[in-house]
């Protein structure tokens, strides 16, 4: 298993990529700025399972949390709603 | 290049949310529950059994799905497609065995 590159609190970019495949990072976070709210554990790359390999060594995994007003940019709720998702090391960078 | 794969969806417009009553529960029809069972025991979730699938090969395989196909088919549907899929790329099935059978079932239900 890799050490976590990040810590709880830091700020980081989630890749604006739009690779082919099993990708689980959800479209609308691509290229969003959030910060580390904990780091989930390590698990398999999902990328590489749905492909019938194996997905080692585990990736860390990171719940990172976004601001819902820079999500969206039309946004018209509470400015300190937050929009949480689940995210693999490899499609984080640090800001 | 696609940028969105049509199963993304998160974050377009969708429209009223119906909610059910408060009493209403989702009610499975039998086939439904046997694919849910099969997907458990081929994912090796139940204690003592062997993962031969995994849910992101059966993730892929439902992300493939022609975005007509994705949108007209059920839940479970969606499911039986994907385990089918996986197992015939893993080589436990084969499209033949796959083919027969659902000659056979459907020669059975016309009887």
Redesign the interface.
Known sequence: MLAAKYKVGEKVKVLKA?P????RT???IRGCVGEIERVCGAFAN??E????RS?LPPLPLYRVRFRQKD??PDYSGNGADVVEVEIFEHWLDRV | MIERSHHDMGGLPAGKVERNGIDETHDYSLWERRVDAMAVLLQGIKPGTRRLVTVDERRRAIEMLPPQAYDAMSYYERWVISLAETLIQRGILTSEELARKMVEVEGRARR
Do not use: K, S
């Open positions: 739009y082919l495949g099993h990708i959800p479209y609308y999902p990328e399972l749905a492909q019938m997905g999500v969206w």
